[in-house]
T-cell receptor, first 111, second 117 residues
Framework: RKEVEQDPGPFNVPEGATVAFNCTYS??????FFWYRQDCRKEPKLLMS?????NEDGRFTAQLNRASQYISLLIRDSKLSDSATYLC????????????WGAGTKLIIKP | EAGVAQSPRYKIIEKRQSVAFWCNPI?????LYWYQQILGQGPKLLIQ????????DSQLPKDRFSAERLKGVDSTLKIQPAKLEDSAVYLC???????????????FGPGTRLTVL
């Protein structure tokens, strides 16, 4: 089992719809979680951190489920510009704070 | 604020040749990361520096890859000799971090796209 797993997609979603995808992790001791966005042929950029209590930033909501060991990202009222690959990052609690990246979920918003 | 700088942006070499990449992190960022991203995959951490010390290089193929961060600022990543499977984008990132929380945010450079023929 991979340490961090994501459905590669692509998720084809009509503009204005709501879409959600998950990222599962295997290390129960993981402490920090993030969602990054990567546009085609560009570098990843931080979308949002994921806090234990969940957090919301405009149309984006991130949640953490420690019991089931996954984080989720919900995008409401999707825009064409949301088309990208969404990568989750999990950081362990060991002294090296090892970073593990998922392979990403590709999202395509269609007009 | 200036971002992470990388050069070159593109490099084409033949297998068994050597190549070097350069990264200049955001000023004041203690941690520097080198990643390899193969098309269709997420970034794979090659090496992580905290100032000029290596924190994690467990996934660095040390028989051919080497990296250094002199004076805790700029860093170079070298491949010698290159193989076909080294074709990828090499991303450099930096973060303030020395503890958890928001300082974990990584800022990426534009990457170097390496093609090995």
């Amino acid at each position: 089992r991979k340490e961090v797993e994501q459905d590669p997609g692509p998720f084809n979603v009509p503009e204005g719809a709501t879409v959600a995808f998950n990222c599962t992790y295997s290390n129960s001791a993981s402490q920090s979680f993030f969602w990054y966005r990567q546009d085609c042929r560009k570098e990843p950029k931080l979308l949002m951190s994921v806090y234990s209590s969940g957090n919301e930033d405009g149309r984006f909501t991130a949640q953490l489920n420690r019991a089931s060991q996954y984080i989720s990202l919900l995008i409401r009222d999707s825009k064409l510009s949301d088309s990208a690959t969404y990568l989750c990052v999990v950081i362990g609690e060991d002294s090296n704070y090892q970073l593990i990246w998922g392979a990403g979920t590709k999202l395509i918003i269609k007009p | 604020e200036a971002g992470v700088a990388q050069s070159p942006r593109y490099k084409i070499i033949e297998k068994r040749q050597s190549v070097a990449f350069w990264c200049n992190p955001i000023s004041g960022h203690a941690t520097l990361y080198w990643y390899q991203q193969i098309l269709g995959q997420g970034p794979k951490l090659l090496i992580q520096f905290q100032n000029n010390g290596v924190v994690d290089d467990s996934q660095l193929p040390k028989d051919r890859f080497s990296a250094e961060r002199l004076k805790g600022v700029d860093s170079t990543l070298k491949i010698q000799p290159a193989k076909l499977e080294d074709s990828a984008v090499y991303l450099c990132a930096s973060s303030l971090r020395s503890a958890g929380g928001d300082t974990d945010t990584q800022y990426f450079g534009p990457g170097t796209r390496l093609t090995v023929l």
